[in-house]
């Protein structure tokens, strides 16, 4: 399944960039509420070098964009439109995917009922 | 449970769900109609949802909140806007704030959902337009954050092919 109108090159690094779960979590973080990279850092189990190494990889992938303010880095979902829309209609379809097999759970669970 | 098909567009921001099911469209139907029965998929597995209210008739009104892994509630409503048991069903479906009323600015997502037989079955196609990014990303901090954390196993997913 590509994500429409990215490249095949664009969608990969987008799903390397995804394959880990505390950069999913920092992406949805940041896509809810930009912040700098220290406070993500305070966040998180693991060094502030560390932390950056994850933003870095979210930047290539084109799903944050990290902008300098004094001292601070902050980091935002990328404001791409088309680009945080495909990422969110992923999010959006794997929850349809998941109520659909809750779905057949409820009226598997209801057979030599009523039915 | 088969997932015929499942579309993205992100140029309308439209996602477009086919499942198959086992069962009578009535019995889908039911699914939808029984607060109990739906409060037992319309959460993420980790988010289980609570219908307070379920009124399912053209005007009525739902509300429900989230339960998460960490205690927190998100809270969220429907508006019926059309039925024709057991065929089709369109309802608006909203962000709410913490008095579990719709939170103003945000407008809801619409959903347009139909139920077919197929067989001895029912083909179900569930289509959800968004209006706005800011207002898919407001509703993805309901408890969709797993739902991301899935997504990205699911990317071979256009065809994904489970038991009942």
Same mark, same amino acid.
């Given at each position: 399944?590509?994500?429409?109108?990215?490249?095949?090159?664009?969608?990969?690094?987008?799903?390397?960039? %995804?394959?880990?779960? +505390? =950069?999913?979590?920092?992406?949805?973080? /940041?896509?809810?509420?930009?912040?700098?990279?220290?406070?993500? #850092?305070?966040?998180?189990?693991?060094?502030?070098?560390?932390?950056?190494?994850?933003?870095?990889?979210?930047?290539?992938?084109? %799903?944050?964009?990290? +902008? =300098?303010?004094?001292?601070?880095?902050? /980091?935002?979902?990328?404001?791409?439109?088309?680009?945080?829309? #495909?990422?969110?209609?992923?999010?959006?379809?794997?929850?349809?995917?998941?109520?659909?097999?809750?779905?057949?759970?409820?009226?598997?669970?209801?057979?030599?009922?009523?039915? | 449970?088969?997932?015929?098909?499942?579309?993205?567009?992100?140029?309308?921001?439209?996602?477009?769900?086919?499942?198959?099911?086992?069962?009578?469209?009535?019995?889908?139907?039911?699914?939808?109609?029984?607060?109990?029965?739906?409060?037992?998929?319309?959460?993420?597995?980790?988010?289980?949802?609570?219908?307070?209210?379920?009124?399912?008739?053209?005007?009525?009104?739902?509300?429900?909140?989230?339960?998460?892994?960490?205690?927190?509630?998100?809270?969220?409503?429907?508006?019926?806007?059309?039925?024709?048991?057991?065929?089709?069903?369109?309802?608006?479906?909203?962000?709410?704030?913490?008095?579990?009323?719709?939170?103003?600015?945000?407008?809801?997502?619409?959903?347009?959902?139909?139920?077919?037989?197929?067989?001895?079955?029912?083909?179900?196609?569930?289509?959800?337009?968004?209006?706005?990014?800011?207002?898919?990303?407001?509703?993805?901090?309901?408890?969709?954050?797993?739902?991301?954390?899935?997504?990205?196993?699911?990317?071979?997913?256009?065809?994904?092919?489970?038991?009942?």
């Amino acid at each position: 399944m590509v994500v429409d109108s990215l490249t095949a090159d664009a969608t990969d690094r987008i799903f390397q960039a %995804l394959a880990d779960a +505390t =950069r999913r979590d920092i992406l949805v973080r /940041v896509i809810l509420r930009e912040q700098s990279v220290s406070a993500l #850092a305070r966040q998180y189990q693991m060094s502030f070098a560390a932390v950056q190494k994850h933003v870095a990889v979210l930047e290539r992938a084109l %799903l944050v964009t990290k +902008t =300098r303010s004094g001292r601070e880095q902050i /980091v935002r979902g990328n404001a791409s439109t088309l680009h945080t829309a #495909a990422t969110l209609l992923e999010a959006y379809e794997q929850l349809w995917i998941e109520r659909a097999t809750q779905i057949a759970d409820v009226l598997a669970g209801e057979e030599g009922d009523t039915a | 449970m088969t997932v015929v098909s499942s579309t993205k567009d992100p140029a309308t921001l439209t996602l477009t769900l086919v499942a198959d099911f086992d069962a009578s469209p009535e019995r889908v139907w039911d699914v939808w109609e029984d607060p109990r029965k739906l409060e037992r998929w319309w959460g993420p597995p980790t988010y289980p949802a609570t219908f307070t209210r379920h009124e399912f008739v053209v005007g009525g009104e739902s509300r429900y909140f989230m339960t998460g892994p960490s205690g927190e509630t998100p809270r969220g409503w429907w508006r019926i806007k059309a039925i024709e048991k057991p065929h089709l069903l369109e309802f608006a479906n909203g962000f709410a704030g913490d008095d579990g009323e719709p939170a103003p600015g945000i407008e809801p997502a619409a959903g347009h959902v139909t139920f077919e037989a197929v067989g001895s079955g029912t083909r179900m196609t569930t289509v959800t337009h968004f209006v706005d990014v800011a207002q898919m990303e407001t509703m993805l901090g309901m408890g969709m954050q797993e739902g991301m954390a899935q997504a990205i196993g699911q990317i071979d997913a256009l065809l994904v092919q489970s038991p009942v």
